[in-house]
């Protein structure tokens, strides 16, 4: 499936948010989001700024326990992109955010923002699967070509929740909110799970 | 005249040791300790055990990329990183910057390295096996390569010898495949892995053990009196123990050495060729370039050991051309830089396992499981030679599996909190053979920025290898399979290359014939008998089993028999 038909469905599934002209646009997309990726530094918007917050928060909302905003998860998300991922990355990963920009992400409510991020699950888990069929295939240094000549960036929906997940889980508040934190173990035991334990975290 | 008398005896010792790396340390340990004076020269930075891991004692939110490589350490690192995540924050430094010492890859070679204190010793995985009596014996009943000089009865007194020093946990298993060693308490396994353990043997009589692994499970008094303490499975060992807790060369040899007072070491200081008296028929000391400065200096003594790590070794016997030796120190059988060994990985399997949901681990154990070489073992025959061991171990899935799980939302966030279920992985090390065609040599035109010709490695995997990748896949799965374990997944990752093993090593081989050989059994360079290679190069096959434990017992054979010759004057 190629990007606008993806974007399609995405209107459909939400009922026509987009307007025609923005399906339009779609056409010379792909070529715009290479061009501002490559050359440029990675760097987002104010608007698609917010819209990695909310989606990190979406993913790690707020709950007894804090959420990915008040950890820091935002800026960790862009940190991360910009200090750790190379260009194939930062390229999927803005090619996936224009997408979301497109479907007017922030004037949406909040279950039709769930809507979208359900449908990008979706997509992903499918991209994945075929990512996974190329590693792990019977290796014998014949494929080596093959592995060069594939430099796509995993894609967005992966990165940003494997960010978030990664930024709020190792985080001080996260932590200590989420697990029982034990920095110097001291000694190596089976032991029996109590019911409602949390995991432990060293 | 006075002045350059007076230098010369400054600069001159007992011994020589080339590297503070696993082997060096060692080599280091048991000359001083024999009452020589030692001089061992590093080319890398000054650590300093414990006060310089910096990172050892930092929390997780304290790691600011949270263990994921930075696209300059990526680039700085090209070589380093393909071994995996270790150039990270958490042990990046203790790895050598490959842009600054580039080598050439005529083809592809995976060289991990550690220029620094200690060398690898630093962050090796720990893992102890001996090799077994059938891994001496194979070249020679099957024709490949040549036939080791030493046998398993050679060794084995110096295998009890090291593990001791070391102090190495472990089980006994009364196995011919794998031979007991001198062991501390072994750690546990988990409670899926005894079930798997169990399963093994029903199906297939195959034994399963727990990792054999340089951590001090229970100090005894001469790990203690070097400062070092029991483990407090934190494993995090990459960053360097602050308890001196696994054995490295900082916490162990170097130490040790020191408490003779009879070592003095030089760092930042490249050694880049052994000077060869014509005369006298011997080498004589080594010439070294500093790194910061590039000032050159010479050093003498009686004895030099090499222990620069196997492709280093090589590439400074090359280096050392003389009238004697047009072809590089040593070269007479031109063997020197070839047959390259390595133990090739990257290929296993991984599944989940139903059940086992109120067990639980506490602590974090730096150690895994080792499912011994069982094939060409007992009756087993296959279309390839030799075999693999398999690493490995189960563990219950912490966030990181909301990765690629599906949902998003406050209850996926709490699900996150618990544990989840029991995964379990293992991958093999394979034995690689020896083979004359996998070299690397110094390039003839190209220098690096002191002057010293680069390393150009010319290597991969032959016809064995690649049977056994399938096979080594193949057979993980299987075993998964007969367990129960469910969502079995195969790989055979294809970009692995030679050297990605970590574990490099032939370049130097050991033989009886000075024809085929560079050095004999007692890793004596053969035309200059004075010179002693201790590190991996000598290894004349490879075994699976991880091999430095072997460099170090075959170390401490070869320091005892120096010191002995020194005095009768033989060398
Ligand atoms: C991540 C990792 C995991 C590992 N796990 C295991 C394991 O579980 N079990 C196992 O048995 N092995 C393991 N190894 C391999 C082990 O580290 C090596 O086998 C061992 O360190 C080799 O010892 P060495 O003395 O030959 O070389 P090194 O330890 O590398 O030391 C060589 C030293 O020589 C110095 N040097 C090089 N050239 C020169 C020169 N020209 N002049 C002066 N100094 C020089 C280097 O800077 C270095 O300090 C692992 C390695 C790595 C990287
Ligand atoms: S696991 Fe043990 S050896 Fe490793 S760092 Fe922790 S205390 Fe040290």
């Given at each position: 499936m190629n990007r606008r038909d993806v974007i399609k469905n995405v209107a459909l599934m939400l009922g026509g948010a987009f307007s025609a002209p923005t399906l339009m646009a779609m056409n010379h997309w792909e070529n715009a989001t290479q061009a501002h990726v490559n050359g440029t530094a990675f760097s987002l918007s104010s608007s698609q700024r917010t819209i990695v917050a909310e989606i990190a928060e979406l993913i790690l909302p707020k709950t007894d326990t804090p959420g990915a905003k008040d950890v820091g998860v935002p800026a960790f998300i862009e940190m991360m992109m910009k200090d750790c991922y190379a260009q194939a990355e930062q390229q999927s990963f803005m090619e996936g955010l224009v997408l979301i920009e497109q479907t007017k992400f922030l004037d949406l409510n909040e279950s039709e923002r769930k809507g979208v991020l359900k449908y990008l699950e979706q997509e992903t888990k499918a991209e994945m699967v075929a990512r996974q069929m190329k590693q792990t295939k019977m290796g014998d240094n014949d494929d080596h070509e093959d592995i060069k000549k594939a430099p796509k960036g995993l894609p967005f929906w992966r990165l940003i929740k494997e960010l978030t997940l990664l930024g709020y889980f190792t985080s001080e508040e996260g932590i200590k909110a989420s697990f029982e934190y034990v920095q110097i173990p001291g000694k190596l035991e089976n032991i029996k799970l109590q019911p409602n334990q949390k995991a432990y975290a060293y | 005249m006075y002045l350059n008398i007076k230098a010369t005896k400054n600069n001159t010792f007992d011994a020589i040791v080339v590297g503070s790396g696993m082997t060096g340390g060692f080599a280091a340990k048991e000359l001083t300790e024999k009452g020589l004076t030692v001089l061992m020269i590093e080319r890398g930075r000054e650590i300093k055990h414990p006060e310089d891991y910096d990172t050892a004692m930092k929390q997780p939110w304290e790691i600011e990329h949270r263990g994921k490589i930075t696209a300059h350490s990526a680039e700085e690192h090209w070589a380093n990183k393909r071994f995996g995540n270790?150039?990270?924050?958490?042990?990046?430094?203790?790895?050598?910057d490959d842009k600054a010492n580039p080598y050439i890859e005529k083809r592809p070679f995976d060289w991990i390295r550690a220029y620094h204190t200690g060398g690898k010793s630093m962050h090796w995985g720990r893992q102890s096996y001996r090799f077994n009596k059938q891994d001496f014996e194979a070249n020679a009943k099957e024709g490949i390569g040549i036939d080791w000089p030493i046998r398993y009865e050679d060794l084995a007194p110096w295998y009890t010898y090291v593990e001791k020093f070391v102090g190495v946990s472990g089980q006994k298993e009364g196995l011919d495949v794998l031979p007991d060693g001198d062991f501390l308490p072994a750690m546990p396994l988990f409670a899926p892995e005894l079930h798997f353990k169990q399963k093994m043997l029903e199906k297939f009589n195959r034994p399963v053990t727990v990792g054999r692994v340089a951590n001090l499970s229970q100090p005894q008094a001469w790990h203690t009196k070097l400062g070092r303490a029991s483990c407090?499975?934190?494993?995090?060992?990459v960053r360097g123990c602050p308890y001196g807790a696994y054995y490295s060369s900082l916490s162990g040899a170097i130490p040790a050495a020191n408490l003779t007072k009879r070592l003095t070491m030089l760092h930042d200081?490249?050694?880049a060729e052994i000077i060869y008296d014509e005369q006298r028929q011997k080498a004589t000391g080594v010439r070294v370039i500093n790194q910061q400065t590039k000032q050159v200096e010479e050093y003498f003594a009686k004895i030099i050991f090499l222990n620069a790590g196997a492709m280093n070794t090589a590439a400074l016997l090359l280096n050392s051309k003389s009238n004697r030796f047009q072809?590089?120190?040593?070269n007479d059988s031109d063997q020197v830089g070839r047959n390259i060994m390595d133990h090739h990985l990257g290929v296993g399997a991984t599944a989940s396992i139903e059940g086992f949901l109120d067990d639980y681990v506490y602590g974090q154990r730096p150690n895994a499981l080792y499912i011994p070489r069982f094939r060409n073992w007992g009756n087993d025959k296959q279309a390839y030679l030799r075999g693999f061991g398999y690493q490995g171990g189960a563990s219950r899935e912490g966030w990181n599996r909301g990765v690629n799980a599906d949902g998003f939302g406050g209850d996926f966030k709490q699900n996150l909190t618990k544990p989840g279920q029991w995964t379990i992985g293992f991958g093999g090390f394979g034995e690689v053979l020896p083979n004359p065609a996998n070299r690397m040599y110094l390039d003839p035109n190209r220098t690096d920025q002191w002057g010293i010709p680069m390393i150009v490695f010319d290597a991969a995997f032959g016809e064995n290898e690649i049977a056994m990748r399938k096979d080594m896949m193949n057979a993980a799965m299987e075993m998964m399979d007969a367990a129960g374990f469910k969502n079995i997944t195969g790989y055979n990752r294809?970009?692995?290359?030679?050297?990605l093993g970590i574990h490099e090593m032939g370049t130097a081989r050991m033989g009886r014939d000075p024809k085929t050989s560079v050095l004999n059994a007692f890793n004596?360079?053969?035309?200059?008998?004075n010179v002693f290679v201790t590190d991996g190069a000598a290894m004349t096959s490879s075994s699976c089993v991880n091999p430095s434990i072997t460099y170090m017992a075959l170390t401490a054979r070869a320091a005892d028999y120096a010191v002995k010759a020194l005095k009768k004057r033989e060398l």
């Amino acid at each position: 499936m190629n990007r606008r038909d993806v974007i399609k469905n995405v209107a459909l599934m939400l009922g026509g948010a987009f307007s025609a002209p923005t399906l339009m646009a779609m056409n010379h997309w792909e070529n715009a989001t290479q061009a501002h990726v490559n050359g440029t530094a990675f760097s987002l918007s104010s608007s698609q700024r917010t819209i990695v917050a909310e989606i990190a928060e979406l993913i790690l909302p707020k709950t007894d326990t804090p959420g990915a905003k008040d950890v820091g998860v935002p800026a960790f998300i862009e940190m991360m992109m910009k200090d750790c991922y190379a260009q194939a990355e930062q390229q999927s990963f803005m090619e996936g955010l224009v997408l979301i920009e497109q479907t007017k992400f922030l004037d949406l409510n909040e279950s039709e923002r769930k809507g979208v991020l359900k449908y990008l699950e979706q997509e992903t888990k499918a991209e994945m699967v075929a990512r996974q069929m190329k590693q792990t295939k019977m290796g014998d240094n014949d494929d080596h070509e093959d592995i060069k000549k594939a430099p796509k960036g995993l894609p967005f929906w992966r990165l940003i929740k494997e960010l978030t997940l990664l930024g709020y889980f190792t985080s001080e508040e996260g932590i200590k909110a989420s697990f029982e934190y034990v920095q110097i173990p001291g000694k190596l035991e089976n032991i029996k799970l109590q019911p409602n334990q949390k995991a432990y975290a060293y | 005249m006075y002045l350059n008398i007076k230098a010369t005896k400054n600069n001159t010792f007992d011994a020589i040791v080339v590297g503070s790396g696993m082997t060096g340390g060692f080599a280091a340990k048991e000359l001083t300790e024999k009452g020589l004076t030692v001089l061992m020269i590093e080319r890398g930075r000054e650590i300093k055990h414990p006060e310089d891991y910096d990172t050892a004692m930092k929390q997780p939110w304290e790691i600011e990329h949270r263990g994921k490589i930075t696209a300059h350490s990526a680039e700085e690192h090209w070589a380093n990183k393909r071994f995996g995540n270790l150039v990270n924050e958490e042990a990046g430094s203790f790895f050598t910057d490959d842009k600054a010492n580039p080598y050439i890859e005529k083809r592809p070679f995976d060289w991990i390295r550690a220029y620094h204190t200690g060398g690898k010793s630093m962050h090796w995985g720990r893992q102890s096996y001996r090799f077994n009596k059938q891994d001496f014996e194979a070249n020679a009943k099957e024709g490949i390569g040549i036939d080791w000089p030493i046998r398993y009865e050679d060794l084995a007194p110096w295998y009890t010898y090291v593990e001791k020093f070391v102090g190495v946990s472990g089980q006994k298993e009364g196995l011919d495949v794998l031979p007991d060693g001198d062991f501390l308490p072994a750690m546990p396994l988990f409670a899926p892995e005894l079930h798997f353990k169990q399963k093994m043997l029903e199906k297939f009589n195959r034994p399963v053990t727990v990792g054999r692994v340089a951590n001090l499970s229970q100090p005894q008094a001469w790990h203690t009196k070097l400062g070092r303490a029991s483990c407090q499975y934190r494993n995090k060992c990459v960053r360097g123990c602050p308890y001196g807790a696994y054995y490295s060369s900082l916490s162990g040899a170097i130490p040790a050495a020191n408490l003779t007072k009879r070592l003095t070491m030089l760092h930042d200081s490249i050694v880049a060729e052994i000077i060869y008296d014509e005369q006298r028929q011997k080498a004589t000391g080594v010439r070294v370039i500093n790194q910061q400065t590039k000032q050159v200096e010479e050093y003498f003594a009686k004895i030099i050991f090499l222990n620069a790590g196997a492709m280093n070794t090589a590439a400074l016997l090359l280096n050392s051309k003389s009238n004697r030796f047009q072809q590089g120190l040593g070269n007479d059988s031109d063997q020197v830089g070839r047959n390259i060994m390595d133990h090739h990985l990257g290929v296993g399997a991984t599944a989940s396992i139903e059940g086992f949901l109120d067990d639980y681990v506490y602590g974090q154990r730096p150690n895994a499981l080792y499912i011994p070489r069982f094939r060409n073992w007992g009756n087993d025959k296959q279309a390839y030679l030799r075999g693999f061991g398999y690493q490995g171990g189960a563990s219950r899935e912490g966030w990181n599996r909301g990765v690629n799980a599906d949902g998003f939302g406050g209850d996926f966030k709490q699900n996150l909190t618990k544990p989840g279920q029991w995964t379990i992985g293992f991958g093999g090390f394979g034995e690689v053979l020896p083979n004359p065609a996998n070299r690397m040599y110094l390039d003839p035109n190209r220098t690096d920025q002191w002057g010293i010709p680069m390393i150009v490695f010319d290597a991969a995997f032959g016809e064995n290898e690649i049977a056994m990748r399938k096979d080594m896949m193949n057979a993980a799965m299987e075993m998964m399979d007969a367990a129960g374990f469910k969502n079995i997944t195969g790989y055979n990752r294809p970009e692995v290359h030679l050297g990605l093993g970590i574990h490099e090593m032939g370049t130097a081989r050991m033989g009886r014939d000075p024809k085929t050989s560079v050095l004999n059994a007692f890793n004596q360079v053969h035309d200059c008998k004075n010179v002693f290679v201790t590190d991996g190069a000598a290894m004349t096959s490879s075994s699976c089993v991880n091999p430095s434990i072997t460099y170090m017992a075959l170390t401490a054979r070869a320091a005892d028999y120096a010191v002995k010759a020194l005095k009768k004057r033989e060398l």
